[in-house]
């Protein structure tokens, strides 16, 4: 069973160790590793019988570790003591500002790593620009007593990868440093990429227990599937394939007693609009003369529920915990804005708790079970589908009058705007915890079971 422990230096030359007192095998430990560094050392038990890790000074400078008083996990495999575990945060945008070194975003980083103390690891931030491939180090930023600082640390034992669009995860240099981070030094990479929302339906079909919950979605091909979905559904959504924010979405809808079509969507200028046409092919003409066709999806309209005539939906964080097994970590509520063709706060939607949602106990808790067991199973059927470690989803579900769950979206690298409601800090600072605490298992997986990681 892994546990965390103190680490303490003492100024001694050495190379001493002493190891907690509750370790049974430590006679067996002549090496410590911290990242991907490893010292040959002398092990002793604490003389005091203490359950703390110490250090000589020279251990310390050798692994190359910071002085930052925290308690840290402890693995022990083929005589190895390792400490930690370090997680290297990748992301970029980094700016010349010491107190804003990734730019607007430094705030969210901030509040990431501001629980390393509660989880018993030693998260930092990086971009591809600061490591030494030759010393084997990385000038990594750490956030220390309320500000940043920046501390050379071997390489971590794993990355979490926050790169924040597909323009930047696309650039040559990220993808030959990933590559050869994972390839020559075996680290695991866990949320790469962002998923293309025909891709996850495409997987999710894979598995008849995830049809249940998928609308009808197509790449546009031509007018005609957009009929025909048309006189099945009555209205369509219209999206981009990689799109996020709610950015681009469109919603379709055919009178058949007037034989009107109408379009539903948010103009350059952020207003909301509502235009009719007598024909389709006018529509589309008009509306989407700018945009490629082939880069959007066509999606079944459904009918959700709704509070006081506007369009609810919900968003499911789900995470994977430190024993490596997914966990619900935050569901909210979101209600569209006045004449708005999604729930997005910045096109005018709300987030609420879903207490605030249902007055009725019941009712709420039948609604959390539904959405709690749509996104674990989704979930661990997107994890055995998609390339790569997923360690975080975010969800976008809907629930039809009849109460049935539909899937929207899935996301790799979910957005955090729900958090900014009160009622929501909580799981917010769950959020965060989890996103570290699985780093936890995956350098544990990778010392002591690697065969498991890198199939």
Same mark, same amino acid.
């Given at each position: ?13 050495? %190379? ?182 025909? /891709? ?84 589309? %003409? ?34 994977? /915990? ?129 065969? /498991?990681?890198?199939?």
């Amino acid at each position: 069973m892994r546990k965390k422990y103190p680490v303490e230096v003492i100024s001694h030359s050495k %190379q001493l160790v002493f190891v907690p007192a509750d370790l049974t095998n430590n006679k067996e430990i002549n090496k410590i590793a911290f990242g991907n560094k490893v010292v040959d050392v002398t092990c002793a038990p604490h003389p005091k019988g203490r359950n703390v890790v110490v250090l000589s000074n020279d251990v310390q400078k050798e692994l190359s570790m910071p002085d930052l008083s925290t308690s840290l996990h402890i693995f022990i495999d083929q005589h190895t003591l390792f400490i930690g575990p370090l997680i290297g945060i990748l992301t970029s945008g980094f700016t010349p500002f010491p107190l804003r070194p990734i730019g607007e975003r430094s705030m969210f980083f901030a509040k990431l790593l501001s629980v390393n103390k509660s989880v018993g690891a030693l998260p930092f931030v990086f971009g591809e620009e600061h490591i030494d491939w030759d010393q084997g180090l990385i000038e990594g930023y750490f956030f220390v007593d309320g500000g940043w600082m920046k501390i050379k640390v071997p390489f971590p034992n794993v990355v979490y990868d926050r790169l924040p669009n597909r323009r930047t995860e696309r650039k040559s240099e990220l993808r030959s440093m990933k590559s050869r981070m994972q390839t020559d030094y075996l680290i695991p990479w866990y949320n790469p990429g962002f998923f293309s929302k025909l /891709d996850v339906f495409e997987r999710l079909q894979q598995d008849e227990r995830a049809v249940e919950y998928l609308p009808e979605t197509h790449q546009f091909s031509s007018f005609t599937v957009i009929e025909r979905m048309l006189s099945n559904y009555g209205n369509v959504y219209v999206k981009p394939a990689n799109g996020s924010l709610g950015l681009g979405i469109h919603q379709i809808l055919f009178d058949k007693h007037n034989g009107y079509y109408y379009c539903r969507y948010r103009d350059q200028e952020g207003i909301n609009k509502l235009t009719k046409f007598e024909s389709l092919e006018k529509l589309m %003409q008009k509306v989407f003369y700018k945009r490629n066709l082939s880069q959007m999806i066509v999606q079944q309209g459904i009918s959700l529920l709704r509070s006081e005539k506007r369009l609810i939906d919900f968003r499911v964080h789900t995470n994977k /915990d430190e024993y490596g097994q997914w966990q619900v970590a935050a569901i909210a509520a979101k209600i569209a804005g006045q004449g708005s063709v999604t729930t997005h706060v910045n096109n005018g939607g709300v987030v609420k708790s879903l207490d605030e949602l249902f007055e009725d106990r019941t009712e709420r808790e039948l609604c959390e079970k539904k959405l709690s067991e749509a996104s674990l199973l989704l979930s661990s059927i997107l994890e055995k589908n998609m390339e790569g470690i997923i360690g975080e989803i975010g969800f976008d579900l809907g629930i039809d009058k009849s109460g049935r769950v539909w899937l929207f979206e899935a996301n790799s690298k979910p957005g955090r705007s729900i958090f900014k409601h009160p009622k929501l800090k909580n799981f917010d600072l769950l959020t965060r915890k989890l996103s570290l605490s699985f780093g936890i298992f995956l350098a544990e997986k990778a010392i002591t079971a690697p065969e /498991d990681i890198f199939k």
